[in-house]
């Protein structure tokens, strides 16, 4: 989900209110901005805009699996693409600037971004529903109130530090917090979906829905095809087009998501023009499978875009609930059984790099070994953590190489007399645990086509004598399996951000570890990551965040948590050859929303099609 104003927004004053007995850096702007200063605030339209782009066509994408459910923050079912387009949130990112975020609902915010204990904002007296009713702060009260209450529990663990919201008048609205400083909240709190209190009086927000929710934001539900696809149209009454984050944005009269139960199926019905814009996450087929008639008629264009965003975190993941996946000694050995070389140069012909960090490709990533000002942060926790973790976190870390022969051999020979170290025995070719047991495991997966890229490392696997099992499910039923932990281990992928914060304790911390529908799939209960994790939340400038983020980045790879794989800094887009995008490129977001269709080069592409 979601994730440069008005030249009459273009101003910011700074009050200095003497608050309970202390002076206080209280200041209300057109703007949030966290550890920075945002660089847009007196612009008319942002830079990666263009704010005469014509309105009309439409952009359709693929979706994986199906969906039932129009409501995504109940945590029921399987939530629905494109829902966010029907709700606006009290602010809107900047897709340039890391922690900025400009007015949307919300036209300005009072807060004291040093120590800060509460938010207040100023909704917009023109922000409207979809039905013309006004967004009031009594919305935006019953919506923070039913997601603290009735929301899925991870969203409720990552709002958890809000203790109450209140309307102070028709358009302004307080949040206050229980810690005393949480710099990251307000970003937190402006980036949700608000609800109208109106539309749920005589709904259940828990249950699964296909009704359409009423929403502010700048499409409206066109069409359904329960299962198999879903419609928007852009709203032409849409109360927010005029504003600066939204000139230029959202061109496109409809946007449509077509499902298919796998990705090789999609690919073709994108070869065929059932739907015109295509985002590729196989190395193979990127090189090899864009060479057909479309392509090569210039009516399929391929492009990448390279970002500044850490790359989302690939990996097998351990359920380290379950044995032998406790044992810190097993999953350091396992590691060992992954060979990125080879498989790079024999699956993904060159095109990934080998993931070192959980933040790679920012500056949040932890290199080398820890500098002075990181051991500072280290010392206290280094006697509470595990002897392999210890030693981890203070050395220059690198993942295990192979020859790239694709026998790993010398990596399986590390790992084996890990294993004997540890008191792991072989008997017949098969690994025994302490108790003379052997070791089985089963990988969760739902993709069809991973077993691809999977059987080198479970061929590894086997040769230390770990039998292994792929288990291969359908998407809902590997969502419930996810959302209770039943698996031994799975694939995932990690999404991080430039100002990572609350969502760090869902990721990584205890709390977060037995809770249904939470993200701490390996189930890690360490208390020096808790504590890490609240330091990162409650950093007090960009720079202690950075150092933080890194202590925590070289805690998270030392537990052996998870096998990071692989990655890249860029995105993989097909599409049909029919669109414009601004000129000056964002940094952080591909921008989608801000291209537009060409109707003559559409035309062509609708020939081209009927012809064949």
């Known amino acids: 989900m979601s994730f440069a104003r008005a030249k009459y927004w273009g101003f910011a004053w700074g009050l200095s209110l003497l608050t309970q007995g202390l002076w206080a850096a209280v200041q209300t702007t057109p703007y949030i901005a966290v550890h920075s200063q945002p660089k847009y605030a007196g612009l008319?339209?942002?830079?990666?805009?263009?704010a005469q782009a014509p309105k009309g066509g439409y952009l359709s994408t693929a979706s994986n699996g199906t969906f039932d459910n129009l409501n995504s923050m109940n945590g029921k079912g399987s939530s629905t693409d494109g829902v966010e387009y029907l709700f606006d949130s009290l602010m809107s990112n900047s897709l340039d600037e890391p922690g900025v975020m400009y007015p949307l609902l919300a036209e300005k915010v009072t807060y004291d971004p040093k120590q800060t204990q509460y938010v207040i904002f100023h909704l917009n007296p023109k922000a409207r529903f979809s039905d013309g009713s006004a967004v009031t702060a009594e919305d935006v009260k019953f919506t923070f109130d039913t997601y603290q209450t009735k929301a899925n529990p991870g969203l409720q663990m990552y709002l958890a530090d809000l203790d109450k919201t209140e309307a102070l008048s028709k358009y302004t609205v307080k949040m206050s917090f229980n810690s005393a400083n949480n710099a990251e909240m307000p970003l937190i709190l402006a980036q949700m979906p608000i609800y109208s209190k109106k539309d749920w009086q005589k709904k259940d927000f828990t249950r699964v829905t296909m009704q359409p929710i009423l929403g502010s934001g700048p499409y409206l539900i066109d069409r359904i095809d329960a299962?198999?696809?879903?419609?928007?149209?852009?709203?032409?009454?849409?109360?927010?087009?005029?504003?600066p984050v939204n000139k230029g944005r959202y061109n496109f009269d409809r946007l449509k998501y077509v499902y298919y139960r796998n990705l090789d199926i999609a690919f073709e019905g994108f070869k065929s023009g059932q739907y015109t814009l295509h985002e590729e996450f196989t190395a193979r087929k990127w090189v090899t499978e864009y060479r057909f008639p479309a392509v090569q008629a210039g009516m399929v264009v391929k492009y990448r875009f390279k970002h500044q965003n850490p790359i989302p975190t690939q990996s097998f993941v351990f359920n380290s609930r379950r044995t032998p996946f406790q044992d810190i000694k097993f999953r350091q050995a396992i590691?060992?059984?992954?060979?990125?070389?080879?498989?790079?140069?024999?699956?993904?012909?060159?095109?990934?790099?080998?993931?070192?960090?959980?933040?790679?490709?920012?500056e949040l990533e932890a290199k080398g070994t820890p500098s002075p000002a990181e051991l500072a942060i280290l010392k206290p926790y280094l006697a509470r953590l595990n002897p392999i973790q210890r030693q981890g976190v203070l050395k220059d870390w690198k993942y295990p190489v192979s020859d790239a022969s694709g026998f790993n051999r010398n990596n399986l020979l590390t790992a084996r007399q890990l294993l004997i170290k540890a008191g792991y025995t072989f008997k017949n070719g098969r690994l025994l645990d302490t108790q003379g047991k052997p070791i089985r495991i089963e990988f969760l997966i739902h993709q069809d086509g991973l077993q691809r890229t999977l059987m080198p490392f479970i061929r590894n696997m086997k040769r230390l004598g770990v039998e292994v099992a792929i288990r291969h499910v359908d998407v809902p039923q590997y969502i419930e399996r996810m959302r209770t932990k039943d698996f031994d281990m799975t694939t995932n992928v990690m999404p991080q951000s430039l100002n990572p914060g609350n969502e760090q304790a869902q990721f990584w911390g205890s709390a977060s570890a037995d809770q249904p529908g939470n993200y701490n799939y390996a189930g890690i209960k360490n208390p020096v990551i808790d504590a890490m994790v609240q330091q990162v939340i409650h950093a007090p400038s960009r720079e202690q965040l950075v150092l933080r983020t890194r202590v925590l980045d070289r805690l998270l790879r030392a537990g052996y948590y998870q096998i990071p794989t692989y990655g890249k800094g860029e995105n993989w887009f097909a599409y049909w050859n029919m669109y414009h995008q601004p000129k000056v490129k964002p940094k952080l977001s591909s921008g989608i929303d801000y291209w537009w269709s060409d109707a003559g080069q559409a035309k062509k592409v609708t020939q081209y099609l009927r012809q064949k």
Do not use: C, H
Request: no cysteine; proline share 4%; aromatic share 24%.
């Open 44 to 50: 008319s339209v942002m830079p990666y805009a263009n």
């Open 335 to 362: 590691t060992y059984a992954y060979d990125f070389e080879w498989q790079n140069k024999a699956l993904f012909y060159g095109q990934y790099r080998r993931l070192q960090s959980y933040f790679a490709n920012s």
């Open 227 to 243: 299962g198999r696809s879903i419609s928007y149209k852009r709203n032409p009454n849409y109360w927010g087009k005029d504003l």
